[in-house]
């Protein structure tokens, strides 16, 4: 897809993503983190160049390159991404929270490698901050959408975090599908909204689909104001 310079749907709009998985330090030589690739959040991210948009991309450790005319800062833990993404989001017009954020960290963080010793060991984690959550709480103009990744009762789950997090749409996506979800070039997702919206789309590259939620994120707004 590719947009005329006069009717660039995004044009002066300043957009956040979040992409990748983050990483939770354990020692100075060992983390905890997720499956996540980041291919969803930098297709966004490229969608939101294309559309117009002023586009930041906050990325856990991914390896993909960054598309043209994106604003990247790469951030490794949740903490730190959530600083980064409240440091734009004054400021922002619509945050797409794409990022699989580690749920838990190790509640301390050894400065000297840890060394086995004899039989099991077990890992002290406590909860990260819900960035989602977060930004649902503090929200002022933003349009603010989250992702879930859901191996079961998919629009169950995603319409209970829609609510609990207070945001305007729910991405959700079954990771258990060969065709969607983690690492995957292609994507099935429902997008779920306030007052019982639910939209379903078919299977797609993660590219086409980034251009799609946004054009159906866009025209829903725009009926539902009017
Ligand atoms: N999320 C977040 N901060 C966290 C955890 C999740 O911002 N500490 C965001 C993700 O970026 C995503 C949404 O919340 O946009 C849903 O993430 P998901 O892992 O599916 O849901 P959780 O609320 O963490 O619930 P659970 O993992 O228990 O299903
Ligand atoms: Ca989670």
């Given at each position: 897809?590719?947009?005329?310079?006069?009717?660039?749907?995004?044009?002066?709009?300043?957009?956040?993503?979040?992409?990748?998985?983050?990483?939770?330090?354990?020692?100075?030589?060992?983390?905890?983190?997720?499956?996540?690739?980041?291919?969803?959040?930098?297709?966004?991210?490229?969608?939101?160049?294309?559309?117009?948009?002023?586009?930041?991309?906050?990325?856990?450790?991914?390896?993909?390159?960054?598309?043209?005319?994106?604003?990247?800062?790469?951030?490794?833990?949740?903490?730190?991404?959530?600083?980064?993404?409240?440091?734009?989001?004054?400021?922002?017009?619509?945050?797409?929270?794409?990022?699989?954020?580690?749920?838990?960290?190790?509640?301390?963080?050894?400065?000297?490698?840890?060394?086995?010793?004899?039989?099991?060991?077990?890992?002290?984690?406590?909860?990260?901050?819900?960035?989602?959550?977060?930004?649902?709480?503090?929200?002022?103009?933003?349009?603010v959408i989250?992702?879930?990744?859901?191996?079961?009762n998919i629009?169950?789950?995603?319409?209970?975090?829609?609510?609990?997090?207070?945001?305007?749409?729910?991405?959700a996506n079954?990771?258990?599908?060969?065709?969607?979800?983690?690492?995957?070039?292609?994507?099935?997702?429902?997008?779920?909204?306030?007052?019982?919206?639910?939209?379903?789309?078919?299977?797609?590259?993660?590219?086409?689909?980034?251009?799609?939620?946004?054009?159906?994120?866009?025209?829903?707004?725009?009926?539902?104001?009017?």
């Amino acid at each position: 897809s590719f947009f005329l310079p006069t009717e660039l749907p995004l044009k002066g709009k300043k957009v956040v993503i979040t992409a990748g998985p983050t990483r939770e330090r354990i020692d100075p030589v060992r983390y905890l983190t997720n499956f996540s690739s980041g291919k969803m959040g930098y297709a966004l991210a490229e969608a939101a160049v294309k559309m117009g948009a002023e586009t930041i991309l906050v990325s856990g450790p991914v390896s993909l390159p960054i598309p043209h005319g994106v604003k990247v800062e790469h951030v490794e833990s949740a903490e730190q991404m959530l600083q980064a993404v409240l440091y734009h989001y004054d400021h922002a017009d619509i945050v797409v929270k794409t990022a699989a954020v580690a749920d838990y960290r190790p509640k301390t963080i050894h400065d000297q490698k840890m060394k086995k010793q004899a039989g099991d060991a077990t890992l002290e984690l406590e909860r990260t901050i819900d960035i989602l959550m977060t930004l649902g709480q503090r929200k002022t103009k933003q349009l603010v959408i989250g992702f879930a990744a859901e191996t079961n009762n998919i629009e169950v789950y995603a319409k209970d975090k829609l609510s609990k997090k207070n945001a305007d749409y729910i991405v959700a996506n079954d990771v258990t599908q060969a065709d969607s979800g983690f690492g995957t070039d292609t994507n099935t997702v429902v997008l779920i909204g306030k007052e019982n919206y639910v939209q379903y789309f078919d299977n797609m590259t993660k590219k086409q689909l980034a251009i799609q939620l946004f054009e159906t994120i866009l025209s829903h707004e725009k009926e539902v104001q009017h």
